[in-house]
């Protein structure tokens, strides 16, 4: 619940309300500024971090190249017929602008003044995107002179009365600054690795690369540098050496300075990617599982089918010494039959078949028991 604005009226009082929920909802933005030489890996970092907290990514030529658009669109319209006094004013300054901006390019060797670039790094942070959410500001400013400028309040400055007021605009002011650095011999090794198809057409060449470093240092003397600003702020930056600290260690203090993610939470677009991939990871998940399962069953049949033809040969070669002992016990048996027995028996046959009697077996039997050798 808000409270009432009387004749005011909501109307007039939206930015009101809008602070007001945001601060009700938890839903406050995260200023972060990563700072540091080139090819410390400032981008690197600050992707991380964006990705983490759902903030928004602002690069020095992504900013400019937006507000240059945004002011050709603008100033294409100069000479429409259908626009009313405000959208007509605002489009033949935005066409003064550009020339303006042409005319200093031309004169700075293709670079731009800071009060231009200045002016865009303001508009930015200004956004309702960045105020809603908040960003990550990704090696800007790159000095002293230019953070003062950045960050300084405007709307103070130009009220006239008593008091210092605010030294500073707390609406893009970074509440965590993250210094990234390392020694020069270390990144001209890190810029000479690089493969030649990620260096050609960037600033990263050599003599580009050093060009860049050598303004860097001058630019921030152990004297004048860009965190000093911070520093006469209260708002002390965290200093790391990346050739000594590895990346995960860096986001994890950084986290865990910052806390959790409170903003508006992931886009509808977001949401159906993180669903995608949440499918995605459980269909290869399952598929895992099966291909799992299908090996253990796989090695549990081979594995029967082993023991089974293992037990098989020994079934067959006990049965193999069961013959060959039988076979060896039988010997003495046969051996008595056949000088005992066999003869006796074969000559009584003989009787059987020569006189034919009518009753055979009683005949043989009576023959076998008359002629049965006396064994001593």
């Given at each position: 619940l808000f409270r009432s604005f009387g004749e005011t009226g909501l109307v007039d009082n939206i930015d009101v309300v809008i602070q007001e929920f945001k601060e009700t909802r938890g839903l406050l933005p995260v200023r972060i500024c990563v700072l540091g030489p080139p090819a410390v890996g400032k981008t690197t970092f600050a992707e991380k971090l964006c990705r983490h907290f759902k903030v928004h990514h602002v690069k020095v030529m992504d900013v400019i190249r937006e507000m240059i658009r945004q002011m050709e669109r603008s100033a294409a319209r100069a000479d429409a017929e259908d626009l009313d006094d405000d959208d007509d004013a605002q489009a033949q300054k935005d066409k003064e602008y550009l020339e303006l901006l042409k005319e200093s390019q031309e004169n700075n060797d293709g670079r731009y003044e800071d009060q231009y670039v200045i002016n865009f790094f303001r508009k930015k942070l200004k956004s309702m995107p960045c105020q809603n959410q908040g960003?990550?500001?990704?090696?800007?400013?790159?000095?002293?002179?230019?953070?003062?400028?950045?960050?300084?309040?405007?709307?103070?400055?130009?009220?006239?009365?008593?008091?210092?007021?605010?030294?500073?605009?707390?609406?893009?002011?970074?509440?965590?600054?993250?210094?990234?650095?390392?020694?020069?011999?270390?990144?001209?090794?890190?810029?000479?690795?690089?493969?030649?198809?990620?260096?050609?057409?960037?600033?990263?060449?050599?003599?580009?690369f050093i060009r860049r470093l050598r303004v860097y240092r001058e630019s921030n003397t152990e004297d004048a540098t860009v965190l000093n600003y911070f520093d006469e702020l209260e708002t002390h930056p965290e200093?790391?050496?990346?050739?000594?600290?590895?990346?995960?260690?860096?986001?994890?203090?950084?986290?865990?300075?910052?806390?959790?993610?409170?903003?508006?939470?992931?886009?509808?677009?977001?949401?159906?990617?993180?669903?995608?991939?949440?499918?995605?990871?459980?269909?290869?998940?399952?598929?895992?599982e099966k291909e799992e399962r299908e090996?253990?069953?796989?090695?549990?049949?081979?594995?029967?089918?082993?023991?089974?033809?293992?037990?098989?040969?020994?079934?067959?070669?006990?049965?193999?010494?069961?013959?060959?002992?039988?076979?060896?016990?039988?010997?003495?048996?046969?051996?008595?039959?056949?000088?005992?027995?066999?003869?006796?028996?074969?000559?009584?046959?003989?009787?059987?078949?020569?006189?034919?009697?009518?009753?055979?077996?009683?005949?043989l039997a009576e023959y076998l028991f008359e002629n049965n050798p006396q064994i001593d």
């Open positions: 960003f990550v500001l990704d090696g800007y400013p790159k000095t002293y002179e230019q953070a003062k400028d950045l960050f300084s309040n405007e709307e103070e400055e130009e009220e006239e009365g008593e008091g210092e007021g605010n030294e500073f605009d707390k609406t893009i002011m970074p509440e965590v600054v993250v210094a990234l650095d390392a020694s020069d011999d270390f990144l001209k090794e890190r810029v000479m690795n690089l493969p030649e198809a990620e260096v050609e057409g960037t600033h990263n060449s050599e003599a580009e200093t790391f050496d990346v050739s000594t600290t590895r990346t995960d260690m860096i986001m994890k203090k950084v986290k865990k300075e910052i806390g959790e993610p409170r903003n508006y939470g992931p886009t509808p677009e977001e949401l159906a990617e993180m669903q995608r991939k949440a499918t995605e990871e459980r269909l290869q998940r399952e598929a895992r090996r253990q069953a796989a090695e549990e049949a081979a594995e029967t089918q082993k023991k089974r033809t293992e037990w098989q040969g020994r079934f067959e070669e006990v049965k193999a010494e069961e013959r060959e002992m039988l076979e060896t016990q039988s010997y003495p048996l046969r051996n008595y039959l056949l000088k005992n027995v066999m003869p006796t028996l074969t000559q009584g046959l003989i009787e059987v078949c020569k006189i034919r009697p009518e009753d055979p077996v009683d005949f």
